[in-house]
C-alpha cells in the first residue's frame, strides 16, 4: 500500500469522491452537491492505493495559519481494522507538520472518537449534530 496525495478535480480525486459517498453519505440517504465539492479545491487531499485501488482517504482543511481540521477519514469497508486509517493519519500529520502547521482538529463522529484517541487527540467541548449524526470536537497539538 502507498500513499500519497491527490490534486482535486483529479481522476483519483473522483475516485475518492465515490468511497466517501459509500462510506460516509450513502448509508445515511446524503450525498455531495457540486458547491460543497468546488470549495475543495485548496484543501490538501490524502489517499492510500493498493496500484490503482484506493483504499482510504482524508482531506485536510486551513481553519487559521496554525490549525488544520481533518475531515472525510474514510476507508473501504472490508479493509477496516486492518491498520489503513492509522497509516493516513500519520502521513496527514506529517504534511501536516512539513507545511508548519501546529495543531489538527476534526469533527469527529461519536462512533470514531476511539479511532482518534488513538493517536492523542482530545474530545473538547460539548457533543452537536452534524448530518443527523452526534459528533464532538477533538484536537491535538502536533
Ligand atoms: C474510522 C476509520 C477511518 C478507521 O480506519 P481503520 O483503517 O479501520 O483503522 P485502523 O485499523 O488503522 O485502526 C487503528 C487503531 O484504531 C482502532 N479503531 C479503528 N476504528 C475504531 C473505532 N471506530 N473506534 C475505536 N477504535 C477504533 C483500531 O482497533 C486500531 O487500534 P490498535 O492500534 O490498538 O490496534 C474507519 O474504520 C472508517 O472508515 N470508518 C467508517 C467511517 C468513519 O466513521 N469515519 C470517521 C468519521 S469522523
Not at 478535480?9 to 460516509?24: C, H, M, P
Not at 446524503?30 to 492505493?49: C, P, Q, S, W
Not at 489538527?104 to 473538547?124: C, L, P, Q, S
Request: some cysteine; proline content about 3%; hydrophobic content about 40%.
Amino acid at each position: 500500500m502507498g500513499l500519497k496525495q491527490i490534486d482535486h478535480g483529479s481522476k483519483e480525486y473522483k475516485q475518492a469522491v465515490l468511497l466517501r459517498y459509500a462510506i460516509l453519505r450513502q448509508p445515511l440517504g446524503l450525498n455531495f452537491t457540486d458547491e460543497e465539492l468546488a470549495k475543495e479545491k485548496d484543501n490538501i487531499h490524502i489517499a492510500a492505493f493498493e496500484d490503482d485501488d484506493l483504499l482510504g482517504y482524508c482531506m485536510l482543511t486551513k481553519v487559521n495559519p496554525h490549525t488544520l481540521q481533518l475531515r472525510q477519514m474514510a476507508v473501504k469497508n472490508n479493509l477496516q481494522r486492518k491498520g489503513i486509517g492509522a497509516s493516513i493519519m500519520t502521513f496527514a500529520e506529517n504534511i501536516s507538520r512539513d507545511k508548519g502547521y501546529h495543531a489538527i482538529m476534526m469533527h469527529a463522529r461519536d462512533t470514531a472518537i476511539g479511532f482518534y484517541e488513538k493517536f492523542g487527540y482530545k474530545v473538547k467541548g460539548e457533543p452537536f449534530i452534524e448530518i443527523n449524526l452526534p459528533h464532538h470536537l477533538m484536537e491535538k497539538r502536533l
